[in-house]
């Protein structure tokens, strides 16, 4: 209904016509459609030109508005972010420009307050209580009355509950609800990074109990109709520490050089129905989040581990994607169909690793038995390797970092763990389905949520260009960036110490993939067509696409489809979102790990590599361990260094000593903050110096320095 005429219409109702009238206006206003003004009268906002967004605050305690049309972000300043936190619905007025240029907000109204609740340390300073945020985009301090406190002592890590919004002349009050422990308590950081970025936690009733209906096995009834490939020695292979099996690999050679592949992914879309509490609560979660020490499935442990799980040697409903792959790692024939399949192994990465390294040695039994698969699932994946190279895709081939504790819960250290074969077979496999599965949902036209990722751009390009210089690695400027072109980067740095810098580097440089229904294909994979097909235990989106495809086998087609585009795009949306609360969450607790880690470490030494050169300091990276931390401008010596025009280098005014990207030092730690995630180093002297050490494209190699 028109807003005007809504209005008329209210102003010519009694009093009950208007009561029934107010649902209208209040989802009117929850749409932002309409505001209330000070003088509590409502507002059509297209007449008083005013953005709808959603607050995306700056822990400098500045911020910016990201408009719901997708348009510019709005920098908000620190006194207009005095009345509303990070992730807040808001519209705002355009009021000009901020010094660097940028359109520059006011806030008219808060449409939706998105905080609820915060966690923090509670602090007693003269006889106030509040709550500092954990959260460092959250800049406001949490006022708690004492009557208020439930028995939480100063130092402990509490959730809060705010029953009063900040606003330009107060700050949030609150209620403390529960006491999450003391703050160096094992696994505080996961419960810390839990509740700060809002990730939920306990499964509902209702949801539980629908999960459990099913049992736990798969039913006579639920097996007729399928193709049944319980004789086919499918075989999961995934870590040593993987509860949840979602994915199984058949290979076998075929004439002419060929292969027939089959990828079965557990069949997720035969439990959770549309609408239902498992399907809700699946989409509000959108993903499984896995902290070092805990995991938050998507999915209740009924089914992540249980039904949907390709446990060994039960039968098990599946999803498969049965492809033919010549000798060039092309997929020359593909088809989808609905399977029954009985796992014959559960191997592991490093199991099958030592038997492609070496066949005739002597392995365990299951791996044994299944060698000739495992030869042609190698055979395989080498073609789709070699096709890979060919279109030139991005390889990010960084070592993985994971954290072991004791017996007590605490962290012991950080291993870093290098990909192999085996990890790059599964990984070939798994992207030649999701090809097939995106192309499939393509060809029948059906709306899907496409993994899409653009071109870096172009301000993000030159600031790459100007970083490769420095090691004498070149970007075309005469046309336009292709994925090779990147990849022959990544080639280049393989087996060099700056390996990781450089692919970190060059990642920092791409926008990130995210979920939509508009196909603009995925510039790190060179793909035109890419969907996520293979992970529907885990992932919400890889669930969509087998609706879709489940939809097409079963005689229907896109008038049919009951996900419209506008639906697709709603979704797209809030599983991108739910993916970067999930890496956000996870990196924050890996951070706090950490600090915590290095905190009884003071004054001892570490070989470092610098990752990053900024006005106040260098950031740099343990060897090793993937341990960041900054060496303050101060830091550096008895010297003025300033950063210089090409932004990657920090140099002495008097001495015209330079510290760069890449280097190589040696460094001393002299503060650990847990609570900010900053550790401080500063350079270690060695023989009255400071020790540097040049990476290998930056060492004098006679007139042509540092080429390769």
């Known amino acids: 209904m028109d807003f005007d005429e809504l209005a008329q219409r209210a102003q010519r109702s009694g009093a009950s016509a208007r009561k029934r009238l107010t649902k209208e206006l209040e989802e009117l206003l929850q ?70 240029g940028r359109p520059e907000g006011v806030i008219v109204e808060v449409l939706e307050r998105n905080t609820k609740e915060i966690v923090g340390r509670l602090y007693d300073e003269s006889s106030i209580c509040f709550v500092v945020p954990d959260n460092p985009r959250i ?12 028995g939480a002592r100063p130092g402990q890590v509490v959730l809060v509950k705010l029953v009063e919004q900040p606003s330009k002349t107060a700050q949030p009050l609150g209620h403390i609800t529960r006491v999450l422990g003391e703050h160096a308590a094992p696994g505080m950081e996961t419960d810390i990074a839990i509740h700060s970025h809002g990730l939920p936690f306990e499964f509902p009733p209702e949801v539980i109990a629908e999960a459990e209906a099913f049992g736990s096995s798969v039913p006579a009834a639920a097996k007729r109709g399928r193709e049944d490939l319980r004789e086919l020695p499918l075989v999961t292979i995934d870590g040593e520490d993987a509860r949840d099996f979602d994915d199984a690999v058949y290979c076998e050679p075929l004439r002419g050089g060929s292969w027939r592949l089959l990828v079965a992914i557990a069949d997720v879309a035969s439990y959770v129905e549309q609408n239902r509490a498992l399907d809700r609560e699946a989409q509000l979660r959108g993903t499984s989040v896995y902290f070092p020490n805990r995991v938050l499935p998507m999915l209740p442990e009924a089914l992540s581990n249980g039904l949907c799980s390709l446990n060994p040697h039960v039968d098990r409903l599946c999803m498969v994607c049965e492809m033919r792959v010549n000798a060039e790692g092309k997929v020359t024939r593909a088809q989808f169909f ?11 990465y490093t199991k099958v690793a030592a038997y492609l390294a070496n066949p005739a040695a002597v392995h365990e039994p299951e791996v044994t038995a299944l060698g000739a698969q495992l030869d042609s699932l190698y055979g395989v994946f080498k073609a789709l390797h070699k096709q890979r190279l060919q279109r030139g895709a991005l390889d990010f081939d960084a070592p993985e970092l994971k954290v072991k504790f004791d017996e007590q819960g605490r962290i012991a250290t950080f291993v870093e763990y290098t990909r192999n074969d085996a990890h790059r077979l599964i990984e070939e496999c798994m992207i030649a389905a999701n090809v097939q599965a995106a192309r499939f949902l393509k060809k029948h036209r059906i709306p899907t949520l496409y993994r899409v990722h653009g071109q870096p751009e172009e301000d993000r390009l030159e600031q790459l260009r100007q970083f490769l210089q420095g090691f004498n690695i070149h970007l075309p400027t005469d046309r336009e960036l292709e994925p090779h072109d990147l990849s022959q980067v990544l080639q280049r740095s393989v087996g060099h110490e700056e390996a990781h810098l450089i692919q970190t580097v060059v990642i920092r440089s791409m926008p990130q993939a995210v979920y939509q229904p508009e196909n603009i294909g995925h510039f790190g994979l060179a793909l035109s067509e890419y969907a996520h097909f293979t992970s529907p235990i885990r992932r919400y989106p890889d669930l969509m696409v087998h609706r879709g495809i489940r939809h097409i086998l079963r005689g229907g087609n896109a008038d049919t489809f009951p996900w419209t585009p506008g639906i697709m795009s709603t979704l797209g949306q809030s599983c991108s979102h739910t993916e970067r609360r999930a890496d956000e ?41 993937q341990i960041d931390g900054l060496v303050h401008v101060s830091a550096l010596g008895a ?33 650990v ?30 007139p042509h320095r540092g080429r390769r």
């Open 31 to 100: 749409s932002g459609a309409i505001i209330r003004n000070r003088r509590d009268e409502y507002c059509l906002r297209e007449r008083l030109s005013l953005i709808v967004g959603t607050v995306n605050a700056h822990k400098d305690g500045h911020g910016f508005l990201l408009p719901e049309d997708r348009s510019a972000p709005i920098y908000l300043a620190p006194r207009q972010m005095q009345e509303t936190m990070h992730g807040d619905r808001l519209a705002v007025r355009l009021s000009g420009v901020d010094h660097r």
């Open 139 to 150: 800049g406001h301090r949490v006022l708690v009355p004492r009557q208020h406190l439930n």
């Open 338 to 348: 609905e399977g029954l399949m009985r796992s014959a192994a559960r191997l592991t």
């Open 585 to 625: 969450a996870t990196r924050d607790a890996m951070s706090w790990l950490k600090c915590q880690f290095m905190r009884d470490k003071i004054g001892e030494e570490f070989d470092t590599l610098v990752t990053g050169v900024v006005d106040f300091g260098l950031f740099v990276q343990i060897k090793g361990m």
């Open 639 to 671: 010297d003025y260094f300033s950063r210089d025009k090409t932004g990657y280098r920090m140099v002495g005014a008097r001495s015209g000593r330079i510290f760069r990207l890449g280097d190589h030092l040696r460094v001393r730690l002299i503060n």
């Open 673 to 702: 903050v847990i609570d900010e995630r900053k550790i401080d180093f500063e350079l270690a002297e060695a023989g009255g110096g400071q020790r540097m050490v040049r990476g290998p494209w930056q060492r004098r190699r006679g």
